[in-house]
């Protein structure tokens, strides 16, 4: 049996709410030491900083021993290394120290080690014109190719989290100060950056419509050359006049008008949307309850790759045929991101909702990991039964809805305007 980083995370938050928060420090000690492990693909040697995907235990019978194994991506689908693993460990140990109100651990020389060097992985500087993560398909849930490369929303709004995680428990000494003046530079630009490109709502859509292309110069207002006849036609009917989401993805002539729900709730829960955008979102949700929510929460992407564009971007995969898996499927799990939201937003009634429709199919069902189907009404094709974090997902959430005040070792308060240190030149006092 294998655990996942990411995976573990429902379960991590599950054992911290029921008072047992050994287990979810031995995970986070157990996967800082993994962290050390040797990381080659093929030749090829990745950065201190990767966290494990997932790890093992792997039992040697003649000398009756145990050892964890760890998976870098060397035996992942594709061989690609998971971007998220990194973030959602920062994001769970301020979990941990939050709802404990233990610091020693996110204090000790080990973890401030471990944040470091995740954070160098993502704070390097490169050929990048813009603040947020380039990434291959592949490197988050959407562990298959689904057409996410480039700069997908789930990993951005990882990202903003993590920063601002770290920005709480790094200790401003020696390396850490360097990393906490960089967090601050980095979070600036990257808050602009989503802020403003990443939305989408009915008066930005006519705007993108109205481009002009081919534009030079700073006055350029179609910023990323993005050509309007590229809009699909579904967003159109998609978009509400009151709603509005962080699309999927943003880069260079292209934008992904999907809507991922992990990457809008993390958005929520991190304040990386605004108060305004959050409501938006909400609204949006709301709006297209049919669409995103269905029968079983929740849509993992909406819509669905369809016909030639499947072909085309999945490469065929049998596994991401339309309505199903990561292309449109809905997964359970994401229930308790969709609580935390709907609770940080002022609309517990939307979880319960939501939670109702949930108990109404996941027991009779057996907890499987992802349904099919528009509507989320058929249990998965290949859906695993009794899913770990389909389980604690749906404990999480009912039991941060019988008690919102859990919510505070998830979520991120409304953060001031975080601005970049400036420092004067020498030739400043010349």
Same mark, same amino acid.
């Given at each position: ?19 047992? =928060? ?29 966290? =494990? ?22 035996? /992942? ?24 109100? *233990? ?24 050929? *990048? ?107 159109? *009917? ?14 260079? /002539? ?25 409501? /938006? ?21 909406? =819509?669905? %790759? ?50 109702? %429709? ?73």
């Amino acid at each position: 049996m294998e655990v996942f980083v990411r995976d573990f995370v429902p379960s991590a938050l599950a054992f911290l709410m029921n008072n047992e =928060p050994e287990i979810v420090k031995n995970f986070l000690l157990r996967t800082v030491h993994l962290q050390s492990s040797e990381k080659m693909v093929d030749r090829f040697k990745l950065g201190a900083g990767a966290m =494990p995907a997932s790890f093992k235990v792997d039992r040697n019978v003649n000398r009756n021993t145990e050892t964890l194994v760890a998976d870098f991506g060397e035996s /992942a689908i594709g061989r690609v290394a998971p971007v998220d693993s990194g973030f959602w460990w920062i994001i769970l140990l301020r979990a941990y120290t939050k709802y404990t109100g *233990d610091a020693s651990l996110s204090e000790s020389p080990d973890c401030q080690k471990c944040m470091r060097l995740i954070l160098n992985l993502c704070l390097s500087e490169g050929f *990048d014109t813009f603040p947020t993560l380039l990434c291959t398909d592949g490197c988050s849930m959407i562990d298959r190719r689904m057409g996410i490369y480039g700069y997908p929303i789930e990993i951005q709004a990882l990202f903003y989290m993590a920063l601002r995680c770290a920005l709480q428990m790094l200790k401003p000494d020696g390396e850490g100060k360097d990393f906490i003046e960089k967090i601050g530079q980095r979070l600036h630009a990257l808050t602009y950056h989503m802020r403003n490109y990443f939305w989408l709502d009915f008066p930005h859509l006519n705007n993108i419509y109205r481009y002009k292309t081919e534009e030079y110069s700073h006055t350029a207002v179609n910023k990323f050359n993005v050509i309007p006849d590229s809009i699909p036609d579904w967003v159109f *009917d998609f978009m509400p006049c009151r709603g509005g989401y962080f699309l999927g993805n943003v880069s260079p /002539a292209m934008m992904d008008f999907r809507w991922f729900a992990l990457g809008n709730c993390i958005a929520i829960i991190s304040s990386l949307a605004t108060p305004e955008q959050s409501s /938006a979102i909400m609204d949006l949700i709301e709006e297209r309850w049919d669409e995103l929510v269905g029968e079983v929460p929740l849509k993992i992407v909406y =819509p669905a %790759l369809e016909n030639h564009e499947w072909r085309i971007i999945t490469g065929c995969d049998p596994k991401n045929t339309r309505w199903s898996y990561h292309n449109g499927g809905s997964w359970p799990v994401l229930l308790w991101l969709l609580t935390a939201a709907c609770i940080k937003t002022g609309r517990p009634q939307m979880a319960k909702r939501a939670i109702e %429709l949930s108990e109404a199919r996941l027991l009779k069902d057996g907890w499987p990991e992802y349904y099919d189907g528009k509507l989320g009404k058929f249990v998965g094709k290949q859906a695993r039964k009794f899913q770990t974090w389909s389980i604690a997902g749906y404990l999480v959430a009912r039991m941060m809805l019988e008690d919102p005040s859990t919510l505070m070792m998830i979520s991120m308060e409304e953060d001031r305007p975080v601005k970049p240190t400036m420092r004067r030149s020498a030739s400043w006092n010349a």
